[in-house]
């Protein structure tokens, strides 16, 4: 692959769309360069602003019908676009496609155990952004996770683009919106990328407790954005909490009933992951996952909904075209 910057007379066939945080070294730039792909592509990188803002100028200044997203935290292995091309290609019916991701190699026990927790449905209540562990399954999803997608573009632009209010879950936003119009997106587990993983429990009690704000947040800013099933389960476990002192043997069959489901789930994840011994600290994470989470869920309520930014971050754009081998 040769790789220069900028090429105004270059028609790509897909944009790769990645956000680098401050100070970050482009480490992921040669596993994108290397990419094997049949047709020239482009990558743009993207630093300052939140991560819509950086998203909209990505999709702004891309030049291709298709736009692919990575974070900066991810690698992706040497057939990745290719594969994010011919899913979203083969199927006109949908306006993105989403991949899964996998810690890299060599994981650590504790890394491994996460990837063991996201791989069942308690441990991410089938959401891309968590999924590990790729499989051949290909279905419809309801939202797809800008980690590791792709995007027809001209369906992103008519759905209004990113929303700039939002510092975390655009991507569930624009996904709502895709789907409120009839698009349809789909959820390819064999496409991949090697995520970082938290390195630390407080790291990873940090991360949940994020997404549980982000999450409030983004329910207060627009009703699309409610999951039925984090509100039921957030009012049933703050439901069980308030009324434990005038009914504990409730609380005692609540927790009966959890402690059976997160022993249940770290068995599957481990054999998913690769080895019962991840079992006794599966088991704790869940719990410190489920508690983070509920944690930021209530913190959300007093942040509120997303709102603009008061000052506008200076944002640099950085385009790159590689173009295959002959």
């Known amino acids: 692959m040769k790789s220069s910057t900028d090429d105004d007379s270059l028609d790509p066939c897909a944009s790769i769309v990645i956000i680098k945080k401050s100070q970050q070294e482009a ?22 602003g939140n991560r819509a803002q950086a998203r909209i100028h990505g999709l702004t200044q891309s030049k ?22 011919t899913a979203i290609s083969g199927d006109e019916t949908a306006a993105g496609v989403g991949g899964v991701s996998m810690s890299r190699s060599p994981a650590t026990t ?20 968590l999924l590990s562990v790729p499989t051949e399954k290909r279905r419809p999803i ?21 929303d700039p209010r939002y510092m975390i879950g655009e991507d569930t936003d624009i996904s709502n919106r895709l789907r409120e119009r009839g698009h349809r997106l789909l959820l390819d587990q064999s496409i991949y990328v090697h995520h970082d993983r938290s390195s630390t ?28 099933r984090i509100l039921g389960l957030f009012l049933l476990a703050l439901t069980v909490t308030l009324t ?9 069959a609540a927790l009966f009933l959890y402690a059976s489901l997160m022993l249940a789930s770290s068995f599957t994840g481990s054999s998913r992951a690769g080895s019962v011994k991840l079992i006794p600290l599966m088991i704790p994470l869940y ?40």
């Open 244 to 252: 434990a002192p005038l009914y504990p043997k409730l609380l005692y």
């Open 142 to 162: 309801r939202a797809i996770s800008t980690h590791n997608c792709i995007y027809r573009r001209q369906a992103l632009i008519e759905a209004g683009g990113f």
């Open 287 to 326: 719990a410190v996952q489920h508690t983070s989470y509920l944690a930021g869920l209530v913190a959300g309520l007093l942040h509120g909904p997303w709102r603009a930014p008061d000052d506008e971050e200076p944002i640099r754009v950085e385009r790159h075209v590689v173009h295959p081998d002959p």
């Open 64 to 85: 291709a019908p298709l736009v692919a997203f990575i974070d900066a935290d991810c690698e992706a292995p040497q057939g990745w676009l290719q594969r994010l091309v």
């Open 110 to 129: 504790l890394t491994r155990a996460i990837d063991g927790v996201f791989s069942t449905y308690l441990g991410s209540l089938d959401s891309p952004s």
């Open 201 to 228: 429990l407080r790291r990873f009690s940090g991360q949940f407790y994020l997404y549980g704000v982000g999450r409030t947040r983004s329910m207060l800013t627009d009703p699309r954005n409610t999951d039925g």
């Open 27 to 48: 480490a992921y730039l040669p596993a994108l360069t290397e990419q094997r792909c049949e047709q020239p592509f482009e990558i743009i990188i993207v630093e300052g």
